[in-house]
């Protein structure tokens, strides 16, 4: 990239004018959004208290930060060396993610100045989300110490970067504890409802379900935005992570391919352990079966494949397969078969401002990720710091 | 000094831990306070008249409804419970004939809203009602999702202080001796206020009387393990927007065993991940010896090899050399030999 | 400790469990400190071959 023209030339490349646009139109929603309250911006009612920005914002957007705990468990704590390379960029995908979880809360709690409540002077131990709240807020901590040490390396502040990574074996051990728990536990959150979620979505599993199912989201995030790295940020990896990528993309391949077969299993028996075989034949059974065959099984196949015959683009359709199909089935469990019974027209459909203010949120999140990725030490050893982890 | 205290603290911890098991949530069955209040609701006296919203609407300094209390026809179109209307009567049509309802909320004996709120905003009071603390309040409607009867209503107009919105039994005035609002105005007395256990009575005895005109069924008995607020009614309940589908398991019972987990997994978790740890670290020390070893090996045998070589070269040199010397000693013999002969051949017949 | 409700019952349990929760992880993570702080000397033999 030329060095020599003016700034602001190769500044507003199409897609940064784009992610300006959104930025303006998010900044005017977000003003409405605090000025006049939450019926100004969504369709939320009070039969469907909850709409996208929980079912996609807060749902989604921590299963895809998933990469995170998974990529650090396979180096650190079960000896994985050759995907080093990938863990920085999980790491920060992961910060980046729940950092944003919590942005989008604040927009969606009704009383968003008090968010630190269940945490300090008003916990509510009986509820699951006080658990979701509780390992949220730990575990955006282990993982701003986790992402710390690129940005002090950048800083050259070697005592913090040194301290920051000698926690490294204990933080990646909790932060495996609490992925386990929250990702488990926003499943929880639905065992309550038994009566609003449709028996073939609503188990006893649900928590087992929604952690298992975080593994292939994260590893599937981890090699779709490896792939997209590789594309259009080559210049900003070093050897390493060349060599190691096409490693890392089959490997995690083969482990994705695993972990959705188990899980593909799980859910049968969640609906023999209910005896709800009945409902497949209704038009929810056929939506059900679309989830599974086509967003669990198929992309489980097709990792499968992709590590055997160490095709890696084969590997990479499988994870954006895989990335929808988590998106699917959490949008499922939260918006579609929620409230399956009421009248058609009781039902939720997010309000175009919901839409944008969420587009908002993840392109100022995907903006922060480029700046990141552009300008730390995460796609490329820092010259100072090298061998140094 | 200080191991016999460790292990008297362990005994207290054994001790407290005995007792403790005689409440455990597991065979413990929980009554819920013994005299707390309720309301029977009785669909058959209902006539759809509205005083009780009405009623509620004053007794609560609600704001005024667009629709006056006395228009009846509003009553054609199905309602549910807003922010600024804590009950709502709803009128059905079965079997040609109306038949009202008065929805509110019933003050479960296990409070879905309670188990769900993450402040713990939510009281079950001893006088039976479930009361919401606006102060505490987050906002996270969780309560909302929870609730089976579709309850807690939002402030979703309020941009700073929006509040959840519920009936509250009236608890200030049954407190001071007084009627809920809604029970005190009702002309037909459809609703009947009094102790939980009086009213499931008096249910039953009306079920007895007139086998033929009531379901033989107290709503609110045992459903969602049980409601304050109960009712009884000559159609079938469904047939007047009650869900029968809710079952009788109380709402904490449907987490209280994936919570229990939670603990379990964080007491386990780390002694499994630090044990991966550990043999993921003996595995490399293991490798890094053997394939010290190796090195090892193989510089001694490459030593040994040279060592074998540079001999045999030497060997080698050596034999050549003494070869070369034998040869040399073989020519300068072989020559003195052929000098010697010659010399010794002076009578040579040729020349006389 | 009597308690009326279930609802109680776990706001109690549960809040109990959360604090030994706290305690046990700060626990495991001395105790292990503790069980491996001579651990210096990765090669010396101390198992037997």
């Known amino acids: 990239m030329s060095h020599h023209t003016t700034p602001s030339k190769t500044l507003w490349t199409p897609a940064n004018i784009l992610t300006a646009v959104i930025l303006a139109i998010g900044l005017i929603l977000t003003v409405k959004r605090f000025t006049m309250g939450l019926g100004s911006v969504t369709n939320l009612t009070d039969d469907n208290p909850w709409g996208i920005w929980i079912g996609f914002d807060l749902l989604c957007g921590v299963a895809l930060a998933a990469g995170g705990y998974t990529t650090s468990a396979a180096v650190y704590l079960f000896g994985m060396k050759k995907y080093h390379s990938a863990v920085r960029p999980a790491i920060t995908t992961a910060f980046l993610g729940y950092a944003f979880v919590v942005f989008a809360l604040l927009y969606d709690l009704g009383r968003y100045y008090r968010l630190p409540y269940p945490l300090t002077i008003y916990p509510g131990p009986t509820s699951f989300l006080f658990e979701v709240g509780l390992c949220v807020a730990l575990y955006l901590t282990v993982l701003a110490i986790e992402f710390s040490p690129a940005l002090w390396e950048t800083l050259r502040w070697k005592k913090l970067r040194f301290w920051a990574h000698s926690l490294t074996l204990v933080l990646t051990i909790f932060g495996v504890v609490l992925s386990t728990l929250h990702q488990s536990s926003l499943g929880g959150l639905y065992l309550l409802a038994p009566s609003k979620l449709h028996p073939l979505w609503y188990s006893p599993y649900l928590a087992l379900f929604f952690f298992i199912s975080s593994i292939p989201a994260g590893l599937s995030m981890v090699i779709f935005e490896g792939r997209l790295s590789h594309k259009f940020l080559h210049h900003k990896m070093d050897q390493t992570h060349i060599d190691e990528a096409p490693g890392v993309t089959l490997g995690f391949a083969k482990a994705a391919a695993v972990v959705l077969f188990t899980y593909f299993n799980l859910k049968w028996i969640g609906v023999a352990l209910d005896n709800n075989w009945h409902y497949l034949s209704t038009g929810w ?105 | 000094m200080k191991r ?15 007792a403790s098991t005689a409440t455990a949530g597991g065979t413990h069955h929980f009554t819920g306070y013994p005299e707390s209040f309720g309301v029977l609701f009785d669909s058959t006296k209902c006539i759809g008249c509205r005083k009780c919203e009405a009623a509620c609407n004053k007794v609560n300094e609600l704001p005024a409804q667009p629709v006056p209390f006395d228009d009846l026809t509003v009553l054609d179109t199905r309602r549910r419970t807003h922010h600024d209307t804590f009950t709502v009567v709803n009128k059905y049509s079965v079997n040609d004939k109306p038949v009202y309802r008065k929805q509110q909320c019933n003050h479960c004996l296990e409070p879905a809203c309670a188990s769900a709120c993450f402040v ?87 079920i007895r009387k007139h086998p033929n005109v009531y379901i033989n069924h107290i709503y609110g008995e045992r459903e969602m393990g049980g409601t304050s607020w109960v009712y009884i009614s000559g159609v079938p309940f469904e047939k007047i927007g009650m869900r029968e589908d809710l079952g009788v398991t109380a709402a904490p ?42 090195v090892a090996e193989a510089v001694a045998e490459a030593q040994a090899e040279a060592a074998k070589k540079t001999k045999a070269a030497m060997d080698k040199a050596e034999r050549e050399k003494q070869a070369a010397v034998d040869r040399e000693v073989k020519k300068a013999l072989k020559e003195a030999e052929e000098a010697r002969l010659k010399a010794q051949t002076p009578a040579d017949p040729s020349e006389q | 400790m009597e308690f009326m409700t279930l609802h109680d019952f776990m706001f109690w349990t549960k809040g109990m469990a959360y604090i030994g929760m706290g305690v046990g992880l700060v626990a495991f993570v001395a105790f292990w400190l503790f069980l491996s702080e001579r651990d210096e000397d990765k090669f010396a033999d101390t198992e037997e071959e």
Not at chain 2, 4 to 18: S, V, W, Y
Request: proline share 6%; net charge positive.
């Open chain 2, 4 to 18: 016999r205290k460790f292990i008297g603290m362990l005994a207290g911890a054994g001790a407290c831990m005995a």
């Open chain 2, 120 to 206: 713990g905003a939510f009281v079950k009071d001893k006088t039976g009602a479930v009361s919401h603390d606006a102060s505490k309040c987050v906002g996270c409607r969780y309560c909302m999702i929870a609730c089976p009867f579709e309850i807690p209503t939002y402030e979703y107009h309020d941009p700073i202080t929006p509040r959840v919105r519920k009936c509250t039994m009236c608890q200030p005035r049954i407190e001071e001796g007084k009627l809920p609002g809604c029970v005190e105005e009702c002309p037909k007395g459809a609703l009947v206020f009094g102790r939980r256990e009086d009213l499931l009575n008096i249910a039953r005895e009306r």
């Open chain 2, 253 to 294: 019972e449907l987490t209280s065993g994936a919570l229990s987990l939670v603990p379990a997994i964080v007491g386990l978790w780390p002694m499994f991940l630090t044990g991966a740890y550990a043999l993921t670290k003996r595995r490399e020390k293991i490798a890094e010896e053997e394939q010290h070893h190796a």
């Open chain 1, 285 to 389: 059974g056929t939506w059900f079966l679309v989830e599974m065959l086509g967003f669990v099984l198929l992309p489980c196949l097709m990792y499968a494949v992709a590590a055997r015959e160490k095709n890696q683009k084969l590997a990479f359709w499988a994870s954006i397969v895989t990335v929808l199909g988590i998106v699917l089935n959490r949008l499922n469990i939260s918006l579609v078969a929620f409230n399956w019974q009421l009248p058609t027209e009781l039902r939720y459909v997010p309000s175009w401002e919901e839409i944008m203010i969420t587009v908002f949120i993840v392109t100022l999140e995907i903006t922060v990720l480029r700046i990141c990725l552009n300008k730390l030490p995460i796609l490329h050893e820092h010259p100072e710091f090298k061998g140094a982890h």
